[in-house]
């Protein structure tokens, strides 16, 4: 599966982003998808994740009530929201994908991920 993120940039806090992850090279229902985020200072932490089916989802803590991510299957596209943006929010996001057989499983380990994006650059303003 090939991952192409985009829709990054700079917001002020209080603002919003989507951001979309589009897939190719396989059957985009067949992959749960998950988000990712990266600071110099932090590890890739995880930030939500779906599952095959769009109305399996799972969010971090931190971002719950905030962020929301969907996916069009037909598409071929993960659509991550982010609302109420806050300086900490500031960081590189990648979108990853894993094969999974059941349509509600999701998972949160990014070394579960078998297939991430380049990467996109989310900046928050004070």
């Known amino acids: 599966v090939q991952l192409q993120a985009s829709g990054g940039g700079l917001v002020q806090a209080g603002g919003s982003l989507r951001l979309s992850c589009a897939a190719s090279?396989?059957?985009?229902?067949?992959?749960?998808m998950g988000w990712f985020r990266q600071t110099a200072q932090k590890e890739r932490e995880f930030v939500a994740a779906?599952?095959?089916?769009?109305?399996?989802?799972h969010y971090a803590d931190s971002v719950k009530g905030r962020f929301t991510i969907s996916r069009d299957n037909a598409k071929n596209t993960m659509y991550p929201q982010m609302n109420s943006l806050k300086p900490e929010d500031t960081a590189l996001y990648y979108c990853?994908?894993?094969?999974?057989?059941?349509?509600?499983?999701?998972?949160?380990?990014?070394?579960?991920?078998?297939?991430w994006g380049q990467g996109t650059q989310v900046t928050v303003s004070s």
């Open positions: 779906i599952a095959r089916s769009a109305s399996v989802t």
């Open positions: 990853a994908a894993r094969d999974a057989n059941f349509i509600t499983a999701f998972c949160t380990g990014s070394s579960s991920y078998a297939y």
């Open positions: 090279g396989r059957t985009f229902s067949s992959v749960a």
